[in-house]
């Protein structure tokens, strides 16, 4: 969506708090010898006492409040009594949410405990890279453009890009255009930022693959060559300078 009056940046400031609060609560309250149905439930509380509702079930009938992906799960994990975390576990929980007729999105990926696996590199690396794009996005940038910056980033720090996932525009459903804020430069792209527009700009850093690929539960996505994938997502107004970012609030930037 585009941000033309002032009703409209309140209600996506309040959807978006909304999500941001549970992200870090979710984040907060996640420890070893917990499901993850448990953590969702958890999450799925603090969204209905904001009078949130989960944008993944309204849109695509998802079977769960939030998103919970462990270990070498990419994204669009389902919430499952079966799943309990460990100590070391490399965890994304991806909360969006619709408030008021507003949408909203974030997601982190972080390390359960002590570092077992050593994956705390890799969780840096993309939070790095997500505030490095964020603070080259304004009006009139090239979209491909900063996804080439988002790629060429991941390769300094010796990871890869997930190719076929990406942010998004949101506002007033969950995807909206401009569609497909790739990872990666697809010079065929030429489409450039909107002052005033939406968007959900997220990062896809891989240490072996470069596609995800569905798991047999129809959900969840997993890497084509395997390996570990960190992913941290902030929903933002692009504006003539420095981007208002609306999840803020998740503190995924310290």
Same mark, same amino acid.
């Given at each position: 969506m585009s941000i033309t009056t002032q009703a409209? #940046?309140?209600?996506?400031?309040?959807?978006?708090?909304?999500?941001?609060?549970?992200?870090?609560?979710? !984040?907060?309250?996640?420890?070893?010898?917990?499901?993850?149905?448990?953590?969702?439930?958890?999450?799925?509380?603090?969204l209905s006492g904001f009078g949130a509702r989960s944008a993944p079930y309204l849109t695509y009938k998802f079977p769960g409040w939030t998103c919970i992906s462990v270990d070498k799960e990419f994204c669009h994990g389902i919430?499952?009594?079966?799943?309990?975390l460990k100590e070391g576990d490399l965890?994304? !929980?991806?909360?969006?949410?619709?408030?008021?007729?507003?949408?909203?999105?974030?997601?982190?990926?972080f390390i359960l405990g002590a570092d077992i696996q050593q994956h705390q590199k890799l969780v840096d690396a993309s939070k790095d890279?997500?505030?490095?794009a964020i603070s080259h996005i304004k009006g009139s940038v090239k979209i491909a453009? !900063?996804?080439?910056?988002m790629e060429t980033e991941a390769k300094k720090k010796g990871y890869r890009v997930i190719k076929n996932l990406g942010g998004h525009g949101i506002?007033?459903?969950?995807?909206?255009?401009?569609?497909? #804020?790739? %990872?990666?430069?697809?010079?065929?792209?030429?489409?450039?930022?909107?002052?005033?527009s939406v968007v959900a700009i997220e990062t896809f850093i891989a240490t072996d693959s470069t596609l995800a690929v569905a798991f047999r539960d129809?959900?969840?996505m997993v890497g084509n060559?395997?390996?570990?994938?960190?992913?941290?997502?902030?929903?933002?107004?692009?504006?003539?300078?420095?981007?208002?970012?609306?999840?803020?609030? %998740?503190?995924?930037?310290?």
């Open positions: 409209e #940046l309140t209600g996506m400031q309040e959807a978006s708090k909304a999500v941001a609060y549970t992200l870090k609560a979710m !984040i907060d309250y996640a420890q070893p010898g917990m499901s993850t149905l448990e953590l969702d439930q958890y999450g799925a509380k603090i919430p499952s009594p079966k799943r309990i965890v994304n !929980i991806d909360v969006s949410a619709e408030l008021n007729g507003f949408w909203s999105d974030n997601g982190a990926s890279i997500l505030r490095k453009d !900063i996804g080439y910056l506002g007033r459903s969950l995807h909206e255009q401009p569609e497909e #804020l790739l %990872n990666y430069k697809n010079r065929f792209d030429n489409r450039r930022f909107r002052k005033d129809g959900w969840t060559r395997g390996g570990y994938m960190a992913q941290h997502e902030h929903t933002i107004v692009v504006t003539d300078g420095a981007p208002i970012i609306l999840t803020a609030g %998740n503190e995924i930037f310290g």
